[in-house]
């Protein structure tokens, strides 16, 4: 007698048919873990986010080793991924915070590059040191140079949502930041809740006034964090607007220094279970990105926070271990 998968297969009109899920657990999850992570561990992780079918991996951040310790291998990390061009059609992006950033991803290769800023003023300021303007001045040359190489550019805009110090961001604030970093030149626009605090409604609101401001949906991410249990809803409430690029984290890693309750990005299997079940074709196999987040689990001596990877993985595995 057989099994019947789950989840059973139920679409629902007017979704994408396909959505492209921007992995960003080998950088935005490693980079909060306050223990360093060898550099044979990440390369390992990210072949086998590439073996279990995921297309785009943020390998790593090229920021000075001084402000993310975690990620201060990337010289020597970018070069062992080579091989993950054999496993098919793979882009690895990395974060730039500035030309020099940008230097070193390129002398090393690198295709796809990220640049992350901030839709409100107190961020910025104990992020990158500067005020918004002065940051998407000093984003302007960076994806210039990137673009006249014909490398792909991805803009980060944290505090989308809301923002600890200064509460709820009037949308049309974000708009304006999001038109800026878009009017730069980049090639996607990643909308972040950083501290998790986005609701369906507020998602759908900023959404529809990017599209009113111009920017267009097909070149919309939306990158959520489960801090309030709203990713998946906020997903849903961006796929119904027609976005089909999403951010996650696989095993849910990550989290936000901001905000003590947060518990870190969106599962990449949380996301794929409610995929698979609406019938929208990510090209994950899901038992292989579960067993992956299941090894790294053991790597970091604890459980990993999806939901999926622990329905998915037996109570002995890492994945549930305290």
């Known amino acids: 007698m057989s099994t019947r998968p789950l989840p059973m297969t139920v679409p629902v009109p007017g979704l994408p048919a396909q959505v492209r899920i921007h992995e960003v657990g080998a950088r935005d999850g490693l980079q909060n873990e306050k223990g360093i992570v060898p550099t044979e561990v990440k390369a390992e992780f990210i072949r086998r986010l590439a073996v279990a079918g995921l297309t785009t991996i943020e390998a790593t951040s090229f920021v000075h080793p001084k402000w993310v310790p975690q990620l201060a291998d990337a010289e020597d990390l970018f070069p062992l991924l080579g091989e993950i061009a054999d496993v098919g059609d793979v882009s690895l992006p990395v974060l730039v915070p500035n030309e020099r950033g940008l230097d070193r991803a390129l002398a090393l290769g690198a295709r796809s590059i990220a640049v992350f800023g901030s839709a409100t003023e107190t961020f910025a300021a104990r992020n990158l040191n500067r005020t918004v303007d002065e940051s998407l001045a000093m984003f302007e040359p960076v994806v210039a140079r990137a673009k006249a190489d014909r490398v792909r550019v991805r803009g980060y805009l944290s505090m989308c949502f809301g923002d600890p110090w200064e509460g709820a961001v009037p949308v049309a604030q974000v708009v304006r930041v999001a038109k800026a970093l ?70 849910g890693l990550g989290g936000c220094p901001y905000a003590k309750s947060a518990t870190g990005n969106l599962a990449t299997e949380d996301l794929v279970w409610m995929l698979d079940g609406l019938g929208i074709e990510t090209g994950v196999d899901l038992g292989a990105l579960t067993a992956t987040s299941a090894w790294l689990a053991g790597h970091l001596g604890r459980p990993s926070p999806s939901r999926t990877v622990r329905a998915l993985t037996p109570p002995s595995s890492p994945s549930h271990k305290e």
């Open 182 to 251: 878009m009017d730069l030149g980049c090639d996607e626009l990643s909308l972040g809740d950083t501290i998790g605090v986005a609701t369906p409604g507020h998602v759908a609101a900023l959404l529809t006034a990017l599209n009113e401001a111009g920017v267009p949906t097909e070149s919309i991410g939306v990158h959520f964090h489960d801090t309030y249990g709203q990713a998946l809803s906020n997903t849903l409430a961006a796929l119904q607007h027609g976005v089909s690029t999403v951010d996650a984290s696989a095993g």
